[in-house]
């Protein structure tokens, strides 16, 4: 290979590692801003003592936290969470309550068996 087509190959690597390093910032730029938004919403939709539970969740079952994350966004945009009887933001035994019913209605999904 000629010095010509090495350089043009060298620049051509550099070119799709720049590319993807860049693209690689937009994506972590947009996780944050969605994290950002997301941490917003909840803070007007838990009280600090509520958020500090959830990020107690968080550190035991963040897959559940998360989940939990979207579930209460949901039902605060849908107004559901006022209807249920909740004011926003919410405080720590209103969210505790929150987390009751929502255990208890994991707990009644039962999967039976039968043999034939």
Do not use: H
């Not at 000629?2 to 799709?16: A, G, N, P, Q, T």
């Amino acid at each position: 290979m000629s010095d010509e087509e090495l350089e043009k190959i060298r620049k051509r690597k550099e070119m799709e590692l720049r590319k993807r390093a860049s693209m690689q910032q937009q994506r972590k730029a947009q996780e944050e801003q969605i994290e950002a938004q997301k941490n917003a919403v909840m803070r007007k939709i838990l009280e600090p003592d509520a958020r500090v539970r959830l990020t107690n969740i968080r550190m035991v079952k963040p897959n559940f936290a998360s989940q939990l994350e979207v579930q209460l966004i949901q039902l605060a945009q849908s107004n559901q969470l006022q209807r249920m009887g909740f004011k926003l933001p919410m405080s720590d035994a209103q969210f505790k309550q929150l987390l009751k019913r929502i255990s208890a209605a994991d707990k009644k999904k039962d999967i039976n068996i039968r043999r034939i």
